[in-house]
């Protein structure tokens, strides 16, 4: 069954420090943590996409009632201080390897090598309905 899992950023949810206070060193740790993280799901062959987002300065909100222009808005708010910073997708046969995973991307490394217990949120992706077409 395919997962998604939602690395959401909020500085004050995990670790004191904000990323952006941390220095290059612990922010290569990181980074280097999410890249071995991907490769060793990729040679379990549970790996289907993961990426890193751009933060909420460059997002926008598009909406539309289908008849006139859509309109784009900013946002997320930055004062919300919380954002969607990334995601991987995967292919396991259980929601408890799952869980293993998002724990284990949750204990990535922050300010001092310490885990910093980001918030990942696990949600199985659906499928629709076989179309007639």
């Known amino acids: 069954m395919k997962y998604m899992l939602l690395k959401t950023y909020s500085s004050a949810a995990y670790c ?46 598009v909406f539309s009632d289908g008849r006139s222009a859509p309109v784009v808005t900013d946002g997320p708010f930055p004062e919300t201080k919380e954002f969607l910073a990334g995601y991987w997708i995967i292919d396991v046969d259980s929601p408890e390897r799952a869980y293993e995973i998002a724990a284990q991307a949750s204990a990535a490394p922050g300010p001092g090598g310490k885990p910093v217990g980001e918030r990942i949120e696990v949600r199985a992706i659906m499928s629709a309905p076989a179309s007639d077409a």
Not at 33 to 50: C, N, S
Request: glycine share 8%.
């Open 16 to 61: 004191d420090t904000a990323i952006t206070e941390w220095t290059p060193e612990e922010i290569r740790a990181h980074i280097d943590f999410q890249r071995v993280l991907g490769a060793e799901l990729a040679r379990a062959g549970e790996l289907v996409d993961a990426q890193g987002l751009a933060g909420p300065d460059e997002a926008r909100v």
